[in-house]
Structures are given as structure tokens and as C-alpha cells.
């Protein structure tokens, strides 16, 4: 019995530093995803020492900067949903975002805004696509959802979102890879695990 229970502590040791500790992180991680777990974690909001990140854009045409703005909001309710273990609601969500996409009036950008957001739109309107399509699988939803975190994350990073952001990162999602995701709050609530592990994660920038 003594051998199972040290056993027992040096597994729960073991996942506790995975979600807490430093994993490999990247911009623009992988696909396959692991929710098998329902170990609770500590999350870390300290953001005393968090990078702060500017958008590289400054001038913005406001009308575009607005449409940008619906599309992340659309994306944060997304992320919501999913932490909060809603597929329906993530997919009347992505379902937004798609709309969102169509409203953007691409001539109000100049050339090198306009490079910048082509290089990423077929990417963002297929996640979100199939988000929309999935209501009845949150799984494949989540799955999509990493990779429509990231280029969200390209597009924040490009044009800003009209409020501080924050970029948070799982350890434990993605099969123990790793993936992340941008939030609101720098309250942790993940949209890969929700209620499984709804506070495991860390917050890496502040996106400004």
C-alpha cells in the first residue's frame, strides 16, 4: 500500500509541475490535443515580470480597426465557450466570427497592412468554419481552435484589438506539446481542458 501511494504522489508532483513549469512554447504550435486528464491545477496570473508587446501597426484606418476588433471579440467569446465546456455557444460564436471576416473592407488598408492580414485569412475563416460546423463536437472544435489561436495571435500582434490582451499558454494541451490562446483577463480559464483542468496555464505577453 505504501508503494502505491508514494506512487500516487510522485504521479500528481509530476502533473502538477507540467502545467506550472516551463514547457516549450512556441507562436504557432500543432494540432492534436489531450483531454483525457481531470486533474485541477494552479494557474500563474503574476504579471509583474510578463512581456508587454505593442501592435506593429499604429495607424490603422479606424472603420478597419473596428472590424478587427468584432473579430477578436467573436474569437473571445469562442475561447469562453470552450472554457466553459459550450460547443453550441463556441459554434454560434465562430459562426459570428465568419460574418465578421466578410464585413472587413480590405481597401481601407494600406499595402503592407493589407499583406499582413491576406497572409492569414483563408486560415482564420477555416478554423473558424469548422468551429461553426461542430457544434456537436467540442473536441474537434478545440482541435481547431489551436490553430485558430494562432493566427489570431498574428493578427493581434498586427493590428491590435482595441484593449489589452493577454496571450496565455497550456502546457498540458496539444498531447503534453503545448498550446496557446489569448484572453481578456489575465484570470486563467482554459478553453482546451475547461472544467477538466480549468486553471492550468500560464500568461506569457500582454498585447497592447
Not at 472603420?63 to 467569446?77: C, D, F, P, T
Not at 485558430?148 to 490582451?165: D, M, W
Amino acid at each position: 500500500m505504501k508503494a502505491i501511494f508514494f506512487s500516487i504522489v510522485v504521479f500528481s508532483a509530476i502533473l502538477f509541475s507540467a502545467c506550472n513549469g516551463s514547457a516549450p512554447k512556441n507562436e504557432h504550435e500543432g494540432h492534436s490535443m489531450n483531454n483525457d486528464t481531470t486533474t485541477q491545477h494552479v494557474s500563474s496570473t503574476d504579471t509583474a515580470d510578463v512581456k508587454t508587446v505593442t501592435a506593429a501597426f499604429t495607424n490603422i484606418d479606424a472603420q478597419a480597426a473596428a472590424s478587427i476588433k468584432e473579430m477578436v471579440n467573436h474569437y473571445l467569446h469562442i475561447k469562453n465557450a470552450l472554457a466553459n465546456d459550450n460547443a453550441a455557444d463556441a459554434a454560434t460564436a465562430a459562426k459570428a466570427l465568419e460574418n465578421a471576416i466578410g464585413k472587413l473592407d480590405k481597401s481601407l488598408l494600406t499595402a503592407e497592412q493589407k499583406t499582413a492580414y491576406d497572409a492569414n485569412e483563408a486560415e482564420l475563416s477555416e478554423h473558424a468554419e469548422h468551429i461553426a460546423k461542430n457544434a456537436d463536437n467540442i473536441k474537434h472544435q478545440r482541435f481547431h481552435f489551436i490553430q485558430l489561436s494562432e493566427v489570431i495571435y498574428l493578427l493581434v500582434k498586427n493590428f491590435g484589438a482595441g484593449r489589452p490582451l493577454y496571450h496565455d499558454h497550456c502546457p498540458m494541451a496539444r498531447d503534453n506539446q503545448g498550446a496557446m490562446w489569448l484572453s481578456e483577463t489575465k484570470e486563467i480559464n482554459n478553453p482546451y481542458f475547461g472544467a477538466q483542468m480549468l486553471k492550468c496555464g500560464t500568461v506569457e505577453e500582454i498585447i497592447h
